[in-house]
């Protein structure tokens, strides 16, 4: 149950977007401070809209605070370290490894390697060190795994 409500948080996460200008979402360069006051917004807007869904009780709190950060600074609550709940802590990995290495308005996406460096990086600060290291193991093996498939369906 709990793998099945992680999968269903992290295809839900950002559903509070759909309160967000479009204009905003869709800029091709760097957001004003006003303009990113409004992107922070997008946590409570899914919460909000999940609520009225009893089934969704449970991935709530991972959707809400998926921006919360280790040290403090995220949001919207400004948690720190285990305050964030468990699957919000594995959620804001996935989420910025997918925001890293997907193509934006604003760039394109960054190399596996490099993604890999800011994770590392940002382990103890945005990232729960303990997740951040299961993360870089697990996406290394994977991606390693997926290379070897697809060199063995060259051959």
């Known amino acids: 149950?709990?793998?099945k409500d992680l999968?269903?948080?992290?295809?839900?996460?950002?559903?509070?977007?759909?309160?967000?200008?479009?204009?905003?979402?869709?800029?091709?360069?760097?957001?004003?401070?006003?303009e990113f006051q409004e992107i922070k917004k997008h946590p409570v807007f899914a919460a909000n809209i999940l609520e009225t869904i009893p089934q969704m009780k449970e991935i709530i709190p991972a959707i809400r605070h998926?921006?919360?950060?280790?040290?403090?600074?995220?949001?919207?609550?400004?948690?720190?370290?285990?305050?964030?709940?468990?699957?919000a802590r594995i959620l804001s990995v996935a989420d910025t490894f997918d925001a890293?290495?997907?193509?934006?308005?604003?760039?394109?996406?960054?190399?596996?390697?490099?993604?890999l460096l800011e994770i590392k990086k940002c382990s103890g600060t945005q990232f729960d060190p303990e997740i951040s290291d299961a993360a870089l193991k697990a996406l290394k093996k994977y991606f390693t795994s997926e290379k070897n498939t697809k060199k063995e369906k060259e051959n």
């Open 66 to 87: 998926h921006h919360e950060r280790y040290d403090g600074n995220g949001y919207p609550d400004g948690l720190k370290d285990n305050d964030i709940p468990y699957f």
């Open 7 to 34: 999968r269903l948080a992290g295809l839900l996460h950002d559903i509070g977007k759909i309160g967000i200008d479009e204009s905003i979402l869709r800029k091709p360069g760097k957001l004003t401070n006003a």
């Open 100 to 115: 890293m290495s997907s193509d934006r308005p604003y760039r394109a996406p960054l190399p596996f390697d490099m993604c």
């Open 1 to 3: 149950n709990d793998i």
